[in-house]
């Protein structure tokens, strides 16, 4: 086979590749490979062709634009070609384009360019007759596009009627119809709470929202427009440059990208192309590069066109954020809540500056939501600093023996079971105590202020604990030996001895306390207060049914399957086990505390300045003796205490005859005299 064999059979083949990508980009609007992708084949393409000019024929994607107008629609002929553009992905490769456009206007003086956002959306063209919008068109295949006037009328950016006196007879508008990263965020979101499928990327967004049969669809999408030139033009004569078309434009009431400028040359453009790629991730619109065209008509109209694209303009394209790659496997780790997170291995692939080897797939119905399976070809995009994403699947390249990657039902790091509560999306692990992977948000969460209180043992610490092995459960601290602590970082002998004296101390504590400090999901103060208040005893606790816990006042159905699963897990029952036995210890409720408690599902609201008491001792003894402590006054409220300078809490509990008391009334109370 010859070179030339060769060369004809990759033509085709390619030519076949392009074709169909054209035909899933714009009619489908399901790309299965990333832009940066597209455009290597396309660049390939154009190679062959300048190395073996017979090669090129009128079919040629390289001869045309985008793809055939979708049948569902009816067709408009374009007067002017809505061309496409051709593509610089370096400075080199811009100064080249220069070194062609002075070239042929044969000068040696810089010449002016006007660079504005390439706006990452569907391309479309607006007919104003006698300045009223009567027609808008797709770009279609570039002389022919679909016509989506009615969509088009719901885009409340896009006037139906141009302001002013100088208005053209006709006057075609080309320009991006695109969707803001806002609006886009919360069409997907209000996709994932209906359980409907969400849309790959903004432009995708965009495309299949003015592409609606019915237009009352596409009123509810936030679609945007900016106006990027003009086609047909009868009835006014154009002005010197393009930007000042531009400035016509906005006095005709037509929206202008706040980000186009001008620039003299290579260097200036170079830098604006570089301006521009700085800011893209605050613009609150996607794009995908910038655009230099010239900025004078007449030397444009001297530049004229090639067969798709005019001599005039280019595409500087940024450094893809999408690219296309394979997942190698898929794994599970566990975060610092317990959460199970599936992760897929990917092979590793350049995208927007870094190479991704992993991916999050959040949880198990994300992933099965996108389908995606060990073995499959993936569009993996990363915009500026966020976290690498798959797109989607290419299913059209899944092989036929990709594996569907099954869930584990216990913990990969310590056994323990994994628990799924009806309504979540999230797998947890329920070895709170035990799990080497929730270690250190275990310890600073059981040594907190409101938990066991043990001063000194702040973040840093923890995290050196837990990272020279000293501690591998809450258990662990108990063991821990003045040398231990003295051999940390930044840690003095006076300190040492200060958190271990600190540590001993938190040995005496209450049971809400101690039943906080566990860190059982969703059982927070008021929450263990209400459990040791019906319970009485951690036994108890521990030994309850799913529906004896469900009796338990501010207890639900969710919290109380926390409390069980937690609970029955052996590994969290030893590490208990081991506290007690370290000396951790609280006074029992007998049958005359019990009786003592007068205040059982009382609700107070403390309001004012108190002297004799801090607040937070205050609410510590109310909650003690079974009350509850709220921040707002409502008819639920039983009392309220106010302090000095009481405000609008105490007014509103006078308007609402609540009972009053005084500081000194409270303290008589909390020294056991019943008030009811």
Request: aromatic share 6%; proline share 4%; charged share 25%.
């Given at each position: 086979m010859t070179a030339l064999d060769q060369a004809q059979k990759r033509s085709l083949s390619l030519c076949e590749e392009i074709d169909q990508h054209n035909q899933n980009y714009y009619q489908l609007d399901a790309p299965q490979i990333s832009d940066f992708d597209y455009d290597a084949l396309?660049?390939?393409?154009?190679?062959?062709?300048?190395?073996?000019?017979?090669?090129i024929t009128a079919q040629s994607p390289t001869q045309r634009v985008g793809s055939a107008a979708l049948d569902l629609f009816?067709?408009?002929?374009?007067?002017?070609?809505?061309?496409?553009?051709?593509?610089?992905?370096?400075?080199?490769?811009?100064?080249?384009?220069?070194?062609?456009?002075?070239?042929?206007?044969?000068?040696?003086?810089?010449?002016?360019?006007?660079?504005?956002?390439?706006?990452?959306?569907?391309a479309i063209s607006l007919r104003y007759e006698q300045g009223l919008l009567v027609q808008a068109a797709t770009r279609g295949d570039g002389k022919r596009g679909e016509n989506v006037t009615e969509n088009v009328k719901t885009i409340g950016a896009i006037p139906l009627r141009l302001k002013g006196d100088d208005i053209p007879e006709i006057v075609e508008i080309r320009g991006e119809v695109f969707m803001p990263?806002?609006?886009?965020?919360?069409?997907?979101?209000?996709?994932?709470?209906?359980?409907?499928?969400?849309?790959?990327?903004?432009?995708?967004?965009?495309?299949?929202?003015?592409?609606?049969?019915?237009?009352?669809?596409?009123?509810?999408?936030?679609?945007?427009?900016y106006c990027?030139?003009?086609?047909?033009?009868?009835?006014?004569?154009?002005?010197?440059?393009?930007?000042?078309?531009?400035?016509?434009?906005?006095?005709?009431?037509?929206?202008?990208?706040?980000?186009?400028?001008?620039?003299?040359?290579?260097?200036?453009?170079?830098?604006?192309?570089?301006?521009?790629?700085?800011?893209?991730?605050?613009?609150?619109?996607?794009?995908?590069?910038?655009?230099?065209?010239?900025?004078?008509?007449?030397?444009?109209?001297?530049?004229?066109?090639?067969?798709?694209?005019?001599?005039?303009?280019?595409?500087?394209?940024?450094?893809?954020?999408e690219k296309t790659t394979t997942v190698l496997g898929i794994d599970v780790q566990v975060g610092r809540t317990g959460a199970i997170t599936p992760v897929a291995r990917l092979s590793p692939v350049?995208?927007?500056?870094?190479?991704?080897?992993?991916?999050?797939?959040?949880?198990?119905?994300?992933?099965?939501?996108?389908?995606?399976r060990i073995g499959d070809t993936v569009i993996v995009r990363r915009a500026g600093d966020v976290i690498p994403e798959i797109v989607s699947v290419a299913l059209s390249s899944r092989p036929d023996d990709a594996v569907i990657f099954d869930m584990p039902t216990t913990c990969p790091v310590c056994d323990s079971h994994l628990e799924k509560i009806e309504g979540e999306a999230v797998?947890?692990?329920?070895?709170?105590?035990?799990?080497?992977?929730?270690?250190?948000?275990?310890?600073?969460?059981?040594?907190?202020?409101?938990?066991?209180?043990?001063?000194?043992?702040?973040?840093?610490?923890?995290?050196?604990?837990?990272?020279?092995?000293?501690?591998?459960?809450?258990?662990?601290?108990?063991?821990?030996?003045?040398?231990?602590?003295?051999?940390?970082?930044?840690?003095?002998?006076?300190?040492?001895?200060?958190?271990?004296?600190?540590?001993?101390?938190?040995?005496?504590?209450?049971?809400?306390?101690?039943?906080?400090?566990?860190?059982?999901?969703?059982?927070?103060?008021?929450?263990?207060?209400?459990?040791?208040?019906?319970?009485?005893?951690?036994?108890?606790?521990?030994?309850?049914?799913?529906?004896?816990?469900?009796?338990?006042?501010?207890?639900?159905?969710?919290?109380?399957?926390?409390?069980?699963?937690?609970f029955e897990e052996a590994h969290n029952?030893?590490?208990?086990?081991?506290?007690?036995?370290?000396?951790?210890?609280?006074?029992?409720?007998?049958?005359?505390?019990?009786?003592?408690?007068?205040?059982a599902g009382k609700i107070f609201v403390l309001t004012g300045s108190l002297s004799t008491m801090k607040r937070e001792d205050a609410k510590k003894q109310l909650k003690s003796l079974g009350a509850k402590v709220s921040g707002s006054v409502s008819r639920k409220t039983d009392f309220v205490v106010a302090g000095e300078a009481a405000g609008s809490k105490l007014q509103k509990a006078q308007q609402l005859g609540i009972n009053i008391l005084s500081e000194q009334e409270m303290i008589v109370l909390l020294k056991g005299i019943n008030l009811e």
């Open positions: 396309v660049q390939e393409l154009i190679a062959l062709e300048k190395e073996y000019p017979s090669l009816s067709q408009v002929d374009h007067v002017v070609p809505m061309l496409s553009l051709d593509n610089a992905f370096s400075d080199d490769e811009f100064a080249a384009f220069d070194v062609r456009v002075s070239d042929a206007l044969e000068t040696k003086q810089a010449v002016e360019y006007l660079i504005e956002p390439k706006l990452d959306g569907l990263l806002a609006g886009f965020k919360a069409l997907n979101e209000k996709a994932r709470k209906a359980d409907e499928k969400e849309f790959a990327n903004p432009r995708n967004a965009a495309a299949g929202s003015l592409r609606q049969l019915d237009s009352k669809i596409t009123t509810t999408r936030p679609l945007a427009f990027y030139g003009a086609g047909q033009i009868e009835g006014m004569p154009l002005p010197e440059t393009l930007s000042d078309l531009f400035a016509i434009f906005q006095r005709w009431g037509l929206p202008i990208c706040d980000q186009i400028t001008t620039a003299m040359g290579v260097e200036e453009s170079c830098a604006a192309f570089q301006a521009i790629l700085d800011k893209r991730d605050q613009l609150p619109y996607e794009i995908d590069g910038v655009v230099h065209k010239v900025n004078n008509f007449s030397l444009q109209d001297q530049l004229g066109f090639v067969s798709r694209a005019p001599r005039w303009a280019i595409a500087r394209k940024f450094p893809a954020q350049l995208v927007g500056g870094v190479t991704v080897t992993n991916v999050t797939l959040h949880n198990e119905t994300e992933m099965r939501r996108k389908d995606v797998l947890r692990c329920t070895g709170g105590l035990y799990c080497p992977a929730q270690l250190k948000e275990s310890i600073k969460h059981f040594s907190s202020r409101k938990a066991m209180d043990i001063d000194g043992l702040g973040d840093k610490i923890v995290e050196q604990l837990v990272g020279k092995s000293l501690i591998k459960t809450a258990a662990d601290l108990y063991d821990l030996s003045t040398d231990d602590l003295a051999g940390l970082d930044r840690m003095a002998e006076k300190s040492a001895n200060n958190l271990k004296a600190s540590i001993e101390k938190s040995l005496v504590t209450t049971l809400p306390r101690f039943i906080y400090a566990l860190g059982i999901r969703e059982v927070g103060e008021v929450t263990a207060e209400s459990l040791v208040n019906h319970f009485r005893n951690l036994p108890a606790i521990q030994q309850a049914s799913l529906d004896e816990l469900k009796t338990v006042q501010d207890v639900g159905p969710i919290v109380a399957q926390h409390v069980m699963s937690f029952q030893d590490v208990i086990q081991r506290l007690i036995m370290a000396g951790v210890e609280w006074p029992e409720l007998n049958s005359a505390s019990q009786q003592h408690t007068t205040l």
